[in-house]
């Protein structure tokens, strides 16, 4: 994983539905607990009793929406938009309509590519407003880009400055390492041609260009709105632009919707732009309720107070209630019966995402590690606990994006034939497939490797395993490893934290055991496993290769060589890169940084009043064409 700079791509873009879907981006968040998370004023998951309980309550132009996390950050760099709303009020170069791939221009009329892949030229949209009135131009996009690199405040510079796709810049490589706070300030390969015209060279081709600028934490903002970089001085103050401050925020997007009041970790308002340069908003305003517990969600839902519904409690769930109607390419959309008889539209499609256990192998020891993994049965959580809306997760690339190496072969096909008998693989570990078991338990293998690390009875081993608080799947995960391992002399201990809490401390590294999930902002195996080759271990969540991390060094180098000599090299091929991305999968089978466990699929529930599409695989979906007939 990466660190608090580094923020993954996986806590993904809100799919315009306010759900926090990260982990998981990510993304149609893991099924959650059929009890009640108790808030401080004893109402569960912060709503009261008459909040649910009125289904005529809401006026009709008024799109009611539900955020599971806390609305932390309005700033894209920051939280790459992981508080809901983001697609409504924030607008990149290049979209996803309704979530489809591939991105489409969203404030630019052309562009072109130079026949070396390296430099970018965008013509924008003339008389573009932002919400403060002023027109977008050349100068708004490099200063954006600039903060996306540069800026103390930003937790993703590894869209822009990292191992993927990387805007040429300068470096201070005066340090024994370079990181990615090394980037020279101003130094960053963007210019403003003209008003409306923008260009970019890249360090290499990269051939998910568009896809990565269509990601949230490429919004365009209005230049010098603050000045976190060198070069600007900043017409507001951070938090007065971003936050509360002096009755902020000031924040002006390019979104169809502008902001009209926000209280930081609590709810949003949105109200319709008139100025939208795009089709007009057919509503009049959005509102975000924070409810934590799924169940609060599900009963705001079913009592009509709520108009859509992403996810829902397992325990809730039955999919002999769900009837599919129509197939859209990978969406699949019909109805589902809620338990009180109500028939609510029903959509679902396999997500680009990957549920996970994260090691802190400063922490936890090899032995453990894998004993973790022959301990799990990925088919049985996937079947069991996600009820069949999963696919079993035995690498960390999702299958359909996974990489190929025969023709007629797909990703999917090359995934399990990997996994399940070692086709073409490229080390000793990967020869047979996954090596802790596919698709069963072996708890013999686990009480083997532990005893022979020197664990028994009277050397037992504790881990504090976290998991998302009032989400149910990952606690389910480890409940169920819990009385496996213990005959393997692994005592678990299970603990919950909030989901922002959770990536403080992985930041920070005080956890063994963590469980997150991911999504992808374009289907390629670098939105992944990029973090997984040992690059620059101190800012990664494992921390894998770190001095005083349980590593192994000849490992950990063959990973290093393959990202490096396969995928990096100016000579890199596509057959190349993808050699490269197989060993670094095996890599982890070998290391067991990252433990998968499932590949969810996503699913929505809406009212019948409520006239929207399903989105697609990347779950991004702006609002401004939904209409409401309640």
Excluded at 288 to 310: M, Q, V
Excluded at 326 to 333: A, I, P
Excluded at 334 to 360: K, R, S
């Amino acid at each position: 994983m990466m660190s608090d700079s580094n923020t993954r791509r996986g806590f993904l873009t809100i799919a315009g539905t306010g759900a926090v879907t990260a982990l998981a981006g990510c993304q149609g968040e893991p099924p959650e607990s059929n009890t009640s998370e108790s808030t401080d004023d004893g109402q569960s998951g912060g709503t009261t009793e008459s909040e649910t309980t009125n289904s005529a309550s809401g006026p009709s132009d008024t799109l009611r929406l539900m955020s599971s996390g806390p609305i932390q950050s309005l700033d894209p760099i920051n939280a790459k938009g992981s508080g809901a709303g983001f697609s409504q009020y924030g607008e990149s170069l290049f979209t996803f309509p309704d979530g489809q791939y591939p991105p489409e221009p969203a404030l630019v009329t052309n562009y072109e590519m130079s026949d070396d892949g390296l430099t970018y030229t965008f013509d924008l949209k003339e008389g573009v407003q932002f919400h403060d009135g002023t027109e977008l131009t050349a100068s708004d996009v490099v200063y954006s880009y600039r903060r996306l690199a540069g800026s103390s405040n930003s937790r993703n510079r590894d869209d822009i400055i990292g191992d993927t796709m990387t805007i040429e810049h300068e470096k201070d490589t005066s340090g024994d390492e370079t990181t990615l706070e090394d980037y020279v300030s101003g130094s960053l390969a963007v210019e403003a041609v003209d008003d409306y015209t923008f260009e970019m060279t890249l360090r290499s081709p990269f051939e998910f260009t568009l896809s990565q600028i269509a990601g949230g934490a490429f919004a365009v903002l209005p230049e010098g709105s603050v000045g976190d970089i060198e070069g600007y001085d900043g017409e507001y103050a951070y938090n007065e632009f971003f936050s509360t401050e002096n009755d902020g925020p000031e924040y002006a997007g390019l979104g169809a919707f502008a902001i009209d009041s926000w209280v930081k970790g609590n709810e949003l308002s949105l109200t319709a732009f008139d100025e939208y340069h795009g089709t007009p908003a057919e509503i009049n305003e959005i509102t975000y309720a924070i409810i934590s517990d799924g169940n609060t969600r599900l009963d705001r839902f079913r009592n009509g107070n709520a108009d859509i519904l992403d996810g829902m409690p397992t325990a809730s769930f039955s999919p002999d209630n769900v009837s599919i109607e129509s197939q859209e390419g990978n969406r699949s959309v019909g109805t589902y019966t809620l338990n009180d008889g109500t028939t609510v539209n029903y959509g679902e499609v396999p997500a680009l995402q990957t549920e996970y256990i994260v090691f802190n192998t400063l922490e936890v020891p090899l032995p453990v590690r894998k004993a973790f993994a022959y301990a799990m049965n990925q088919h049985d959580i996937a079947e069991n606990v996600y009820k069949g809306n999963a696919t079993p997760g035995y690498h960390i690339t999702p299958p359909a994006p996974y990489p190929t190496f025969e023709d007629g072969v797909s990703g999917s096909e090359t995934y399990t034939r990997h996994a399940e008998e070692g086709y073409e693989s490229n080390t000793e570990f990967g020869v047979d497939g996954y090596p802790y078991g596919y698709g069963e338990t072996r708890l013999d293998d686990a009480t083997s490797v532990m005893e022979e690390a020197g664990y028994g009875d009277n050397n037992r081993v504790t881990v504090t395993a976290t998991t998302i608080a009032g989400n149910s799947a990952y606690a389910s995960v480890f409940t169920r490893l819990q009385s496996k391992l213990r005959p393997a002399y692994i005592d678990i201990e299970i603990e919950e934290a909030e989901f922002g809490t959770i990536i403080s401390r992985a930041v920070s590294g005080d956890m063994e055991v963590f469980a997150l999930g991911d999504g992808m902002e374009y289907p390629g195996p670098q939105n992944f496993l990029r973090f997984l080759w040992g690059s620059n271990p101190g800012s990664q969540f494992t921390r894998w290769g770190a001095e005083g991390s349980y590593y192994d060094e000849e490992v950990r180098n063959l990973a290093i060589d393959a990202w490096e000599s396969n995928y990096a090299a100016e000579d890199a091929t596509a057959a190349s890169r993808n050699e490269a991305f197989q060993t670094i999968e095996e890599v982890n089978w070998a290391s067991v940084q990252e433990l998968p466990t499932v590949h969810p699929t996503v699913q929505r529930f809406w009212h019948t009043g409520v006239d929207i599409p399903m989105y697609g695989v990347m779950e991004d979906q702006t609002l401004n064409g939904l209409t409401l007939s309640r």
